[in-house]
């Protein structure tokens, strides 16, 4: 059975290929050596023609080199000269004139001679797994040798497909999904590596990819892998933090800061998860191990920190330590005024409040002259608002006592006088006692 005509134009020159059990196929176009290679399936009544301006011209052949070429039979129809069963092997060219080096050549290989073969397909265990995913096993497929005009050896590069399942994040669900990957390698597959799979899952091999256009494509598989690759995501989220009225540094914050760490990675390989919290100058002492996907850690001490995830396979083999925050805590600061206007005017310095950042545990109380308890607090972001039993005080001089602990884990004390200055319009609710 003879396939349809497949026709090239070789730079300046017209050849034309066709025959074969199946429809040939241009593997490789080199300008550089001014060849292209062609496959074919059986030479069984393979023709190579050739049209040219000239009425007479003449076919020749080289095995090795084009200067030691040797003529070939050929039947001539006008301007179309054909050569009818050529041999494969060999590099075929028309010469106007007597030089060939200004020749274009066509190489011929049958590819039905070199079938793709391997055999005990595998997982090479030379390459590391938690990187690369790497085949090893034996590789019967002989090469689809040719030689350039000038004498060098080479071969048609062949294309295999190596496919398998695997998980990638999915951004918009906010997990890992299960996909077929589908990968090309080049030349020797067992030489080549791709991403390793992030699921259980049978690998296999497809092709080559010229098996592929003449329909005897071959797949070879490994069985079963068990997958040992990691893929993590990682994820913050502050749940609380200090109210503050004082700035804190840049990338700072104010404590007590409780801070959410959430770990997401390939299920089931990913099968141990390890938080640490470390101050960053101890990075060899850690403050709390947390062996769950997700932590919730509160932050109430002055300093830096590093928060680091491990995630390890079930083999033990591959281990993930890509995910690293930094947190840093800002110093406690309180400051406690002196004075302040209730009812003068609203929505400025109506209320006695302190300025703080950073506070861990506030207690605050207000006295009056005969040491009765007027106001107690417990928010440092909350505050007196100069009343007692709904009436605005009068006038004068009160004491206030607060206790704080800070960043430090020290709780320290203040007290002292806080004035109440109010408008000499005296308001009817003002309480007298």
Sequence with gaps: MLGCLWTVMAFAQEYQVNGGAKPPLLALDNTLHRIQVWLVYGTEGVTLSHTSASATHRWYRYRTRALDYEPVAS??????????????????????????????????????????????????????????LRLAGVNDTPPLAWR???????????????????????ESLRQFTSVLRIDTLRGDPLNGS???????????????????HFGTEKTFSTGLYQAVALSVRADTLLLSNSQTNLSAGENELPAPATIRFTAQANTPVAALHIWQVFRTEEPDRPLVRFPEAEME????????????????????KCVNTENTYQVSITETQLLVPNAFTPEGSPGVNDLFK???????????????????????????????????????VPAGAYFYVIEYTGTDGKTRRKSGDVNVIRSTKQPNNTNTE
């Design 75 to 132: 039947t001539q129809q006008g301007a179309t000269s054909t050569v009818n069963n050529p041999e494969e092997g060999y590099g075929y060219f028309v010469m106007e004139g007597d030089n060939p080096a200004m020749a274009h050549f066509v190489w011929l290989i049958d590819y039905s001679r070199y079938p793709v073969n391997f055999q005990n397909l595998h997982v090479s265990e030379q390459a590391d797994p938690c990187e690369a």
């Design 148 to 170: 350039t005009p000038v004498g060098d050896a080479a071969s048609v590069e062949r294309q295999f497909e190596i496919s398998y399942l695997t998980q990638v994040w999915n």
């Design 194 to 212: 791709v991403r390793p799979p992030l699921s259980d899952t049978e690998i296999q091999l497809a092709g080559d990819l010229f098996a592929r």
């Design 297 to 316: 850690y509160t932050f109430d001490r002055v300093g830096n920190y590093t928060v680091k995830l491990e995630v390890s396979d079930r083999s033990g």
């Design 354 to 392: 302190v300025a703080y950042k950073s506070v861990v545990r506030f207690r605050g109380s207000i006295f009056n002259r005969w040491g009765a308890e007027l106001f107690h607090w417990t928010d440092p972001a909350q505050g007196w608002d100069g009343k007692y039993r709904g009436k605005y």
